[in-house]
């Protein structure tokens, strides 16, 4: 099998500045395609646990019968709930959304269904390994 390269893992280093951003109230993109494994931009903690919890919520709760749902049914569904919210004062969440499910990735808590057009996401289906590091 394939491993998705957009999955983990990525260098400790990544792990290091994320930790050092979440303790000034920012999260690292984390992106297991760039180099060093960081996109190169942050995302203001509270933003990114309410994108993480919508992407998780929409994959766990809205899910076809075989796991996975169309990435653009969960941008969609995050501009309907969150496009007024404080949090977002500009209004469009594709960018949030978008950069969160990259990070879920390399996080390895959620994958991309192989060659689904348009994308598709779903929960990472792990064997014995346990989890990857979550949000």
Known sequence: MTRDPHS????????????????????????????????????????????RSHILDMVDDHADADGSIALRDVVAAAQDRYGAHPLFPGGRLRNYCTYTKVDLEAREE??????????????????AEGPGRGG
């Open 8 to 51: 983990g893992p990525v260098p400790e280093s990544a792990w290091h500045a994320d930790a050092v951003a979440r303790r000034r109230g920012r999260v690292e993109i984390i992106n297991a395609t760039r180099p060093g494994g960081l996109d190169g931009w942050t995302m203001d903690l509270e933003q990114y646990q309410l994108m």
């Open 110 to 127: 959620i994958e991309r269904v192989p060659r689904a057009v348009p994308q598709r996401i779903r929960r990472v289906r792990r064997a």
